[in-house]
T-cell receptor, first 116, second 117 residues
Framework: AQKVTQAQTEISVVEKEDVTLDCVYE???????LFWYKQPPSGELVFLIR??????QNEISGRYSWNFQKSTSSFNFTITASQVVDSAVYFC?????????????FGGGTRLMVKP | DTGVSQDPRHKITKRGQNVTFRCDPI?????LYWYRQTLGQGPEFLTY????????KSRLLSDRFSAERPKGSFSTLEIQRTEQGDSAMYLC???????????????FGPGTRLLVL
């Protein structure tokens, strides 16, 4: 069965610090997809990134970067020079290719608080 | 292109009452998903539709829950005889049909927050 673990329930940093959010997953499939979503206080889940299991190339988008390592089943998310607006709950999610509906399995989320 | 919309955004009801939520997906997205999120937890899958067909239901979806997508556009989620344990955020998401060899991203609505007293 698929499972996603986000061991950090809450992280607090001061603005401009770098912060890494950890995500570890379990799956028996060789083909799967990993996601990160952001949930601000308004409640809406905002899509950030999607990765398939065959693409281990790290990605950078502005202040955001993602490190995907199949060897450790991890898909970590780093925010560089954090800002107050980054304060939110961040979710890592997994979808297996054998799952016909492509439904997502989410981790428990990491609440990030960025203080001015 | 407007995003996924959900109505109402908030609902307070008394135990035993029936409630119905609506979701309007992004136009031309043929897949629609319902998730439930309780406080401090990640969303959990409830059910999904491809066009008007309900193709998968989670064991979380008890007999008191029913979902429909009659014309393959908007969807409704009804909870009958609500219980306090039904209090949660109900999230709807939509995605286009998966392309060959791929998977399409799910885009979420703002959710309906239900409180059962």
């Amino acid at each position: 069965a698929q499972k996603v673990t986000q061991a950090q329930t809450e992280i607090s940093v001061v603005e401009k610090e770098d912060v890494t959010l950890d995500c570890v997953y379990e799956t028996r499939d060789t083909t799967y997809y990993l996601f990160w979503y952001k949930q601000p206080p308004s409640g809406e889940l905002v899509f950030l990134i999607r990765r398939n299991s065959f693409d281990e190339q790290n990605e950078i988008s502005g202040r955001y970067s993602w490190n995907f390592q199949k060897s450790t089943s991890s898909f970590n998310f780093t925010i560089t020079a954090s800002q107050v607006v980054d304060s939110a709950v961040y979710f890592c999610a997994l979808s297996e290719s054998t799952n016909a509906g492509n439904m997502l399995t989410f981790g428990g989320g990491t609440r990030l608080m960025v203080k001015p | 292109d407007t995003g996924v919309s959900q109505d109402p955004r908030h609902k307070i009801t008394k135990r035993g009452q029936n409630v119905t939520f609506r979701c309007d997906p992004i136009s031309e997205h043929n897949r629609l998903y319902w998730y439930r999120q309780t406080l401090g937890q990640g969303p959990e899958f409830l059910t999904y539709f491809q066009n008007e067909a309900q193709l998968e239901k989670s064991r979380l979806l008890s007999d008191r829950f029913s979902a429909e997508r009659p014309k393959g556009s908007f969807s409704t989620l009804e909870i009958q005889r609500t219980e306090q344990g039904d209090s949660a955020m109900y999230l709807c998401a939509s995605s286009p049909r998966s392309g060959q060899g791929g998977l399409e991203t799910q885009y979420f609505g703002p959710g309906t927050r239900l409180l059962v007293l």
